[in-house]
């Protein structure tokens, strides 16, 4: 399929000298809205207008003080996409080689360096020593987070993509990136009977890739039921309302009872993010070559009970963990987003301005509402005006 030509925004007059940012002041907060200095950029680097930056659940984590090291304050949002306001002399092409300018939306990434062992070995490169910024550019209110009216990056391992999709497509392309991996890590196989752990936007996106990769019956456990909804949209089959089935007993045998013969599914993707589900899951594999890829837990969280023996031995079962993204996962995403196969236009259900940071937070972190409606993914929104 031919790409579509970008459509531009155009960049009119001068960059400004500053820019507001919600900045995280402390663990637990509060956000303030800042005015920061923009900064000169070097050959390499480039300053970006931001279009949405998404709020991922690790935001909520790093917000409760789960994410080891994080300091404070910092400008949160690592799921953006943003037109190009300025660039460095040396920038002309994004990272496949096309042509870009001021004005073409792009999908930015600072990425490892792809020569130190980390790099090399696979999958390791969040590890990288040498992924960092340009010298002098350090966290804290440095304009290197989303959630800001512009963006600025320095950094000999910046990747750029250009994009023809629209902006609250594009911004899921780093979330989308996980989930690709996570399908590459499960080898998945034509027709496999698989099932979702999660309704969040990581379980939605994932049960999406699963079924663009071949899936079979595509089984999807998670709640609040109005995200629910979604999922048939994305090629899901059958769907248990955690809510509706509170017990863990049940739903297994809820799964089972889908699954052919009621030996359980080939495959478990689990995308919740509580240690206790991948526990629950495990329960929903076959005997015999079945598997299970967590993707959700990004922190300690916690723990959950493991028979070693009937969990995994007995079932010859493979249970898979997955982190750490690279740019093949990242092109393929952008790649599939910008198809358009699945109505991922839908995901993006809230728009928040700078102001509302803290209501998005809190809405991850309690009961996943904001301003009376169920959210799947917010977005932080630099042009929005708080409503007085």
């Given at each position: 399929?031919?790409?579509?030509?970008?459509?531009?925004?155009?960049?009119?007059?001068?960059?400004?000298?500053?820019?507001?940012?919600?900045?995280?002041?402390?663990?637990?907060?509060?956000?303030?809205?800042?005015?920061?200095p923009i900064p000169e950029i070097g050959p390499r680097g480039v300053v970006l207008k931001m279009a949405l930056g998404g709020v991922c659940a690790t935001?909520?984590?790093?917000?409760?003080?789960?994410?080891?090291?994080?300091?404070?304050?910092?400008?949160?949002?690592?799921?953006?996409?943003?037109?190009?306001?300025?660039?460095?002399?040396?920038?002309?092409?994004?990272?496949?080689?096309?042509?870009?300018?001021?004005?073409?939306?792009?999908?930015?990434?600072?990425?490892?360096?792809?020569?130190?062992?980390?790099?090399?070995?696979?999958?390791?490169?969040?590890?990288?020593?040498?992924?960092?910024?340009?010298?002098?550019?350090?966290?804290?209110?440095?304009?290197?987070?989303?959630?800001?009216?512009?963006?600025?990056?320095?950094?000999?391992?910046?990747?750029?993509?250009?994009?023809?999709?629209?902006p609250e497509v594009a911004v899921l392309t780093e979330p989308m990136a996980t989930c690709v991996g996570g399908i590459e890590r499960a080898a998945l196989?034509?027709?496999?009977?698989?099932?979702?752990?999660?309704?969040?936007?990581?379980?939605?996106?994932?049960?999406?890739?699963?079924?663009?990769?071949?899936?079979?019956?595509?089984?999807?456990?998670?709640?609040?039921?109005?995200?629910?909804?979604?999922?048939?949209?994305?090629?899901?089959?059958?769907?248990?309302?955690?809510?509706?089935?509170?017990?863990?007993?049940?739903?297994?045998?809820?799964?089972?009872?889908?699954?052919?013969?009621?030996?359980?599914?080939?495959?478990?993707?689990?995308?919740?993010?509580?240690?206790?589900?991948?526990?629950?899951?495990?329960?929903?594999?076959?005997?015999?070559?079945?598997?299970?890829?967590?993707?959700?837990?990004?922190?300690?969280?916690?723990?959950?009970?493991?028979?070693?023996?009937?969990?995994?031995?007995?079932?010859?079962?493979?249970?898979?963990?997955?982190?750490?993204?690279?740019?093949?996962?990242?092109?393929?995403?952008?790649?599939?987003?910008?198809?358009?196969?699945?109505?991922?236009?839908?995901?993006?259900?809230?728009?928040?301005?700078?102001?509302?940071?803290?209501?998005?937070?809190?809405?991850?972190?309690?009961?996943?509402?904001?301003?009376?409606?169920?959210?799947?993914?917010?977005?932080?929104?630099?042009?929005?005006?708080?409503?007085?």
């Amino acid at each position: 399929m031919p790409r579509i030509a970008p459509q531009p925004m155009t960049i009119t007059g001068v960059v400004p000298r500053v820019a507001r940012a919600a900045v995280l002041t402390a663990q637990g907060g509060p956000f303030v809205t800042r005015t920061l200095p923009i900064p000169e950029i070097g050959p390499r680097g480039v300053v970006l207008k931001m279009a949405l930056g998404g709020v991922c659940a690790t935001d909520a984590h790093i917000f409760q003080g789960d994410w080891p090291g994080f300091t404070f304050p910092a400008i949160l949002g690592h799921e953006n996409c943003a037109w190009i306001a300025r660039l460095g002399a040396d920038v002309t092409v994004d990272f496949l080689g096309e042509p870009i300018g001021p004005g073409d939306l792009v999908i930015p990434r600072v990425a490892g360096c792809g020569r130190c062992w980390y790099c090399l070995c696979g999958g390791a490169m969040r590890w990288c020593p040498n992924r960092r910024l340009a010298p002098g550019v350090t966290p804290g209110e440095s304009l290197i987070g989303g959630w800001a009216e512009y963006m600025v990056l320095d950094s000999e391992t910046l990747q750029m993509f250009r994009t023809t999709a629209p902006p609250e497509v594009a911004v899921l392309t780093e979330p989308m990136a996980t989930c690709v991996g996570g399908i590459e890590r499960a080898a998945l196989r034509l027709c496999e009977t698989v099932v979702v752990q999660g309704a969040g936007p990581i379980g939605l996106l994932t049960a999406a890739c699963a079924r663009l990769a071949g899936a079979g019956k595509l089984i999807l456990v998670g709640g609040p039921a109005d995200r629910l909804t979604l999922a048939g949209e994305f090629g899901v089959d059958h769907t248990i309302d955690i809510d509706a089935v509170p017990d863990p007993a049940e739903r297994v045998r809820q799964v089972r009872a889908l699954t052919p013969r009621g030996f359980g599914a080939d495959l478990v993707l689990g995308c919740v993010g509580h240690p206790a589900a991948v526990g629950e899951g495990l329960q929903y594999v076959r005997p015999g070559t079945a598997r299970m890829v967590e993707i959700g837990n990004a922190t300690g969280g916690g723990s959950f009970p493991l028979r070693p023996s009937p969990d995994l031995v007995y079932k010859n079962t493979t249970l898979h963990g997955f982190w750490g993204t690279t740019t093949e996962h990242w092109i393929s995403a952008l790649r599939v987003l910008e198809r358009g196969a699945l109505p991922f236009q839908k995901v993006v259900t809230h728009r928040l301005p700078l102001e509302r940071a803290g209501d998005a937070i809190a809405a991850l972190n309690g009961g996943y509402r904001v301003d009376g409606r169920t959210a799947l993914k917010i977005a932080i929104d630099p042009a929005l005006t708080a409503a007085r």
